[in-house]
Nanobody
Framework: QVQLVESGGGLVQAGGSRRLSCAAS????????MGWYRQAPGKQRDMVAR???????EYADPVKGRFTVSGDNDKKTLYMQMNDLEPEDTAVYYC?????????????????WGQGTQVTVSS
């Protein structure tokens, strides 16, 4: 019913930039927030950045000043501009969103995840 589809991953050299996108589709009534998580091999999945419907943003310390998250409410699309990439940023990046489906009254809020997109930063 709800799908999150990421794009923009790939191979980039250290110091380079990359822009990730995440498009939400389906029976969406409202979105409370959308965000990016990442998971490197052998590590847990951690929050990278997220943006609330109010526009308030939140960033993990390792990416502050380098990554910028933004959203297009009309397109239900999330973006993340990643600059000055480091090898430590190598991971699978997942889109996450808290979405209301089923109607304003009686609907349900659920967390949804995309399938992930690989970002590899070479040194």
């Amino acid at each position: 019913q709800v799908q999150l589809v990421e794009s923009g991953g790939g191979l980039v050299q250290a110091g380079g930039s990359r822009r990730l996108s995440c498009a939400a589709s389906g029976s969406i009534v409202s979105i409370e927030y959308m965000g990016w998580y990442r998971q490197a091999p052998g590590k847990q999945r951690d929050m990278v950045a997220r943006i609330a419907s109010s526009g308030i943003t939140e960033y993990a310390d390792p990416v502050k000043g380098r990554f910028t998250v933004s959203g297009d409410n009309d397109k239900k699309t999330l973006y993340m501009q990643m600059n000055d990439l480091e090898p430590e940023d190598t991971a699978v990046y997942y889109c996450n969103a808290r979405i209301l489906t089923g109607g304003v009254i009686g609907g349900r809020w659920n967390d949804y995840w995309g399938q992930g997109t690989q970002v590899t930063v070479s040194s």
